[in-house]
């Protein structure tokens, strides 16, 4: 019988690896923040019955709506790193995370762009720091995954992944989608 030392074994009774399900979690929280500005939103124009967009203002829905495509096409070059990443393909992984990486971008530029020439700021009134408030938030999340991104294309430059070890790829890719549908909802009730 051999004597065991030092604190037990982790109980692994999780049959989801520990960094996804830590991601999910991490989401679940997240899910809650953009809850509590969805909130404010739903008490100004449903509660309130404030005009939304506030008066005077218009929201570049087309704009908003061709960024959303870009986004969503980015959710499907993810899922194509990924299975690159599983089939063993190099260059697919690649060009997938690269072209996710330029999708991301380009969101996150015509947003910024978006918000010069919108015509209000978040001072001006309550739908304004609601507007500034949503879709920043998720600006910020569209950066953190940028930042994600950019780590994993690094990592799949180096040849870092295999069909074996693709975690590096799936996890960030967790979060990736997770932005683009809270996208999509921002979209929906924000803009249309």
Known sequence: LEHHHGPPEANRSSRVDARTLGMLLFIISEVMVFGA?????????VVNGDEWPAAGTELPKLIAGVNTAILLSSSFTMHWALECAKSGNRFG?????LT?????ATFLF???????HIGFAPQDFAQGSIFYGLTGLHGAHVFIGLTLLAMVTVRA???HFSPEEHRGVEVPGIYWHFVDVMWVIVYT???I
């Open 37 to 45: 500005f969805f909130t404010a939103y739903f008490f100004i124009r």
């Open 93 to 97: 992984l690649k060009a997938g995370i």
């Open 100 to 104: 996710t990486l330029g999708l991301g």
């Open 110 to 116: 015509i947003q910024i762009n978006e918000y010069v």
């Open 157 to 159: 430059f180096r040849g």
């Open 189 to 191: 009730t924000v803009y």
